[in-house]
């Protein structure tokens, strides 16, 4: 350890002398000062580990210069010299911190021994505090490699450093462009909040980032735009130190005492560098692994989305497959259908009736005719768009589709109410095609309800598209059966998917109603609520290239 530094205060100069040459012979680094304003000079300048002070001085006594000294390290050593006739004072002293008192005239040989222990209490005092503080910034260390939330972790850091340092204000502060931001604070005013911006220029903290220095204020500042920045009544000493990794500053640590406390002192100093260095390295890895959390979202939605288009492909590819083996099966069915249905139509045509051949007959021919069905929506199902796109009227097709399925409607009491826009535009597209959707999806909707119902269809122009640029016209189904159940509402448009029975419903209704609207650039979207009723929506491009 560096030799301890002793402090001699008298106004007699020649015990003043004796006491240092004394001192100084025994490898200790002394100061002496004539009275106390000089030796409080002298303490602002550096730390000393033992005061020797004569209780007794003109203007300023040795009290008060107690005062002084355990007012910016209280662990100061203070051996107070008195006369007989101060013994009281001395006792006063005493109370207020001093480690021990000699009456003159002093015995060199004792006030040596005195100042020995005094020396010895603060290598220990130092030990002790050195100890903790490596405690300290283990426990740090091993909190912070667990921490990687940003915010947390900065809370933590400024509790061990106000703390550690036993400040009553505390900052961290992170640089965000050219301004600071207050990422977390202690004991400052209300005022003060998290995220604010502290300005570089002007500010301590902007100083020391600049410097890339740590910096200890006790109310003299060497700079002049520091010496602005620090006059600041309220604080009695602060501590600045930069958090640097890879000689890159990041931010800044703050600490500060208010009026009263002790000063800071050099140790204090290294130990705020050696926690800033600590804790720098973690905070660049807490942001780089909030930046590889985001890229790691980023990464899972870009995943998710190419899930979709490949679910979209299989599907496709699905239909397409579906589509071939469709009209191949069709074609091949059709024939030995038709001699089927020949032959039961002549069977039930013959003039002499056979009750008991009739029915099963009849039921031959129900089940061909179902096969029928099935075949001709498989062909539809497979065969492509070949009507030419010519401009078309969407109300035309509606009431065509309305005509067709009338029977439908009427004979499960649906009552339609169909407003069209007058001047609704065109589009261009396949009548039959279209005509086709509108039947559908109005089938559907009277097979829903049953029991009766409304159907609302609503054809306006002006619609949006789905990119929210393109126009076209809507068409809306709406009605009030009893809606579709929300784990089949995303099944609907598949082939084959039925909630019917097989003399209804083959299930290639919508997903053929989906092909050709999207073979006309445009879209078919279900909205549905269970006990309320479907929504069907068609939008159709208007514009050339939709
Ligand atoms: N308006 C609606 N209300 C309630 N459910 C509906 C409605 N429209 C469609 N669905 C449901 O969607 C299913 C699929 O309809 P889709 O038109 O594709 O086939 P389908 O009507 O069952 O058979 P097909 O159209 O071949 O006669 C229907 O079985 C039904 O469950
Ligand atoms: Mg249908």
């Known amino acids: 350890m560096e030799s301890a530094k002793i402090l001699i205060v008298d106004d007699e100069a020649q015990i003043r002398n004796a006491l240092a040459e004394l001192f100084e ?220 990794v890879q000689d890159r500053v990041s931010g800044v640590l703050n600490a500060n005492r208010l009026p009263g406390s002790p000063r800071f002192v050099e140790e204090d100093k290294d130990f705020a560098v050696v926690l800033a260095s600590q804790v720098a390295s973690a905070l660049e890895n807490a942001s780089l692994f909030a930046e590889s959390n985001a890229r790691a979202e980023e990464l899972a939605r870009v995943n998710e989305e190419l899930r979709d288009i490949y679910n979209q492909l299989i599907q496709s590819e699905k239909m397409s497959s579906l589509g071939l083996m469709a009209s191949t099966v069709a074609h091949d069915i059709n024939n030995p259908l038709s001699v089927i249905m020949g032959h039961a139509q002549l069977l039930l045509m013959r003039k002499e009736k056979n009750e008991a051949e009739e029915k099963p007959v009849r039921a031959i021919l129900n089940q061909a005719e179902r096969i029928d069905r099935l075949v001709r929506s498989l062909k539809e199902y497979a065969r492509k768009s070949e009507g030419a796109h010519v401009p078309t009227a969407i109300s035309k097709c509606l009431e065509n589709a309305l005509l067709l399925t009338e029977k439908h409607l009427s004979a499960n009491s649906v009552e339609v109410i169909l407003e069209v826009d007058r001047d609704l535009p065109r589009i261009m597209g396949d009548g039959n095609k279209l005509e086709q959707v509108c039947m559908n999806v109005i089938q559907n909707a009277a097979q829903a309800m049953s029991d009766g119902g409304t159907l609302r269809i609503r054809a306006s122009g002006n619609g949006t598209g789905p990119d929210g640029r393109s126009t076209g016209i809507v068409v809306r189904f709406e009605d009030n059966g009893p809606g579709i159940p929300e784990d089949t509402l995303d099944r609907i448009f598949e082939p084959f998917f039925t909630t019917k029975g097989p003399e209804e419903g083959t299930g290639l209704g919508l997903s053929i109603c989906k092909r050709i609207v999207e073979e006309h650039g445009g879209r078919l979207d279900v909205e549905s609520e269970a006990g309320v009723g479907t929504a069907f929506s068609l939008w159709l491009p208007t514009d050339e290239n939709g």
């Not at 000089?38 to 005061?51: K, W």
Request: charged content about 25%; aromatic content about 4%; some cysteine.
């Open 25 to 244: 012979n025994q490898g200790y680094e002394v100061r002496a000062a004539e009275n106390a304003m000089r030796a409080m000079e002298l303490l602002r300048e550096m730390p000393f580990d033992v005061v020797v002070t004569d209780l007794k001085m003109p203007k300023v006594g040795g009290l008060e210069l107690l005062q002084f000294v355990k007012a910016q390290d209280s662990s100061v050593e203070v051996i107070i010299i008195t006369g007989y006739g101060t013994i009281p004072s001395a006792i006063q002293a005493m109370k207020e911190g001093a480690s021990d008192y000699l009456i003159k005239p002093v015995r060199l040989d004792e006030l040596s021994a005195r100042v020995e222990s005094c020396v010895a209490r603060r290598v220990l005092f130092r030990e002790k505090r050195r100890l903790s503080r490596m405690v300290t910034l283990v426990d740090i260390g091993r909190a912070i490699t667990s921490k990687l939330d940003m915010d947390e972790l900065c809370e933590k850091i400024l509790d061990t450093l106000v703390a550690s340092l036993g400040a009553q204000q505390g900052s961290l502060m992170l640089l965000d462009g050219p301004d600071l931001i207050l990422q977390a604070h202690r004991g400052l005013s209300s005022e003060v909040k998290r995220g604010m911006r502290v300005p570089m220029e002007g500010s301590i903290a902007g100083w020391v980032i600049a410097q890339k220095k740590p910096l200890l204020l006790n109310g003299t500042a060497c700079d002049e735009k520091l010496r602005k920045a620090m006059h600041r009544t309220d604080i009695a000493t602060s501590l600045s130190v930069p958090l640097i």
